[in-house]
């Protein structure tokens, strides 16, 4: 697969691998061996063990999807504002994914970063960060995004075929979405992060709306207020505003 995306170094180096596990995976093996160049992007067609969050595999068929993920070297951040690095990769999906689907406004990302349409997910993003003291030394930003795939084992998982009855062009996709991955990337990178803020608020799915959240001690009804800078969802419950962690609150 030739990819020729316009962008300064997002995808300049790419691999495609026929197969593999998991293409974070390879992308560690890379970096750890030095082979990854800044933007270095590892895709496939079949992954075999794909790594969700939460512990959760992610599954999608072979030819179908996209499966990929970045290297980037974000050493201008902190190791406290890795939540500033998945904000602005969810906006590059959402960008992205304001191009293919209409109305644009049915898509939101769910905190911390998935891509929904309605309230059917499309695609997830899983981050892995390498430190090297206060600083974040190297980022795998892995994406799967549902693509040409008709068919889920879960109902709440959609595609962009099965929402438009079209077939697209992975080839171009991948180009574009790397594009406008580097795009807001670049925007991180100018500290333009209350640009980043306001459009991340104004995409998140369930924001200002009243719910039910399980939480450690049951099932409650909350809003979400807002995402503190560490990246901790903040919920109003019963008046008073609460913080979760990714392991400690699920969406009903
Ligand atoms: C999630 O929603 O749970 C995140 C899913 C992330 C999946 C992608 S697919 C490419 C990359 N390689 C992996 O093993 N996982 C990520």
């Known amino acids: 697969m030739v990819l020729n995306p316009a962008t300064l170094f997002t995808g300049q180096q790419i691999i495609w691998l026929p197969a593999c596990p998991s293409t974070s995976t390879?992308?560690?093996?890379?970096?750890?061996e030095n082979r990854a160049s800044e933007g270095c992007v590892v895709l496939t067609d079949d992954q075999t063990a794909g790594r969700g969050q939460r512990g959760n595999s992610w599954e999608s068929a072979p030819g179908e999807n996209l499966t990929l993920s970045v290297v980037w070297r974000p050493t201008f951040l902190d190791a406290g504002q890795q939540f500033l690095l998945s904000q602005a990769v969810a906006l590059g999906i959402h960008d992205w994914a304001s191009a293919l689907l209409q109305p644009a406004s049915e898509l939101k990302l769910k905190w911390p970063n998935d891509i929904y349409f309605g309230t059917q997910k499309l695609g997830g993003v899983l981050i892995e960060n390498s430190l090297s003291g206060v600083k974040i030394q190297s980022s795998i930003v892995g994406i799967g995004l549902n693509v040409n795939q008709r068919h889920f084992q879960v109902p709440t998982?959609?595609?962009?075929?099965?929402?438009?009855?079209?077939?697209?062009?992975?080839?171009?996709?991948?180009?574009?979405?790397?594009?406008?991955?580097?795009?807001?990337?670049?925007?991180?990178?100018?500290?333009?992060?209350?640009?980043?803020?306001?459009?991340?608020?104004?995409?998140?799915?369930r924001y200002q709306e009243t719910h039910d959240y399980e939480v450690a001690e049951g099932r409650v009804r909350g809003q979400i207020v807002g995402v503190e800078a560490d990246g901790r969802?903040?919920?109003?419950?019963?008046?008073?505003?609460?913080?979760f962690g990714l392991q400690e609150v699920r969406y009903v």
């Not at 390879?26 to 750890?32: D, H, K, N, P, Y």
Request: hydrophobic share 50%; no cysteine; glycine share 8%.
């Open 157 to 205: 998982a959609t595609s962009l075929a099965a929402l438009t009855g079209r077939h697209f062009d992975r080839i171009a996709l991948a180009e574009r979405l790397l594009e406008a991955l580097e795009k807001r990337y670049l925007q991180l990178r100018a500290g333009q992060v209350g640009e980043l803020r306001r459009a991340y608020l104004a995409a998140l799915y």
């Open 26 to 32: 390879e992308a560690a093996t890379l970096l750890r």
């Open 233 to 243: 969802l903040a919920l109003e419950i019963g008046g008073e505003v609460r913080r």
